[in-house]
Each structure stands twice: as structure tokens, then as C-alpha cells.
């Protein structure tokens, strides 16, 4: 293989990685819940129903919460474990580990956000 079909060939790898990894960020790159690089140009949507979940972990220092949920679709989202804000520090105290919940989440300053939460019935 000659100079120029490495080239070639290294320019063509590297376009498709970078396609491979938009389409992971945007669909399935929920692993790191910071920066949502994936959903960032997503205007913030009104949240839809409540969201069936189950409280993994509270940080009341952080204000925050680990919750295995359901699809959050005005999020575009699928199901996963993933900790989100909470729109007000007093939620954490309503809740504890262990408990069914249901929620609804929304982007505030980039986070999901949980906006409402209340324990399942």
C-alpha cells in the first residue's frame, strides 16, 4: 500500500469514527451525565407525565439524586440509572433509598433537572 492509500485510508477511519461517535453520543452516550453532550442543543421541553422510578442514592450535600427510571421522553431518553439534580433540596428529605417514586425531570442551566417527585403509590 502506498503513501498516498494510507492516507487515504487513515482520513477515511478517522471520519468514520467520528460519525460512530456523534450517533453513540446522541442516542446511547447517557454514561456521563454532566455535560449530555449528545442533548445540549435540545431546547428544554414542559416535562410530560410523571416518570416510574426508584430511588439508588440521595446526596442531600449535593442536591442531588440517583434514580433508576423509566423513559423520559421529553427528554428523549431512554431507561437507565443516572444521577439528576433536584429542582429543590427539600425533595431529598420526602424520599428515601430503596423507594418507588415517580418524577419528572427537565434541563435547567444544562442538568437534568428533577422538577417534580413524589413517592408511588
Given amino acids: 500500500m502506498n503513501a498516498f492509500s494510507k492516507l487515504t485510508l ?11 461517535l456523534a450517533q453513540e453520543s446522541t442516542h446511547a452516550g447517557h454514561g456521563s451525565h454532566g455535560a449530555q453532550a449528545g442533548h445540549a442543543g435540545h431546547a428544554a421541553s414542559a416535562p410530560a407525565g410523571l416518570i416510574d422510578g426508584e430511588v439508588k442514592k440521595i446526596d442531600q450535600d449535593a442536591g442531588k439524586i440517583t434514580i433508576r427510571h423509566g423513559e423520559i421522553k421529553n427528554l428523549n431518553m431512554p ?13 431529598l428529605t420526602q424520599v428515601k433509598v430503596g423507594d418507588k417514586v415517580r418524577f419528572a425531570a427537565d434541563r435547567a442551566n444544562g442538568a437534568v433537572t428533577v422538577v417534580q417527585l413524589e413517592q408511588a403509590q
Fill in 10 to 20: 487513515s482520513i477515511v477511519m478517522a471520519a468514520a469514527s467520528t460519525v460512530a
Fill in 79 to 91: 431507561a437507565m440509572t443516572m444521577v439528576m439534580r433536584v429542582k429543590d433540596q427539600a425533595m
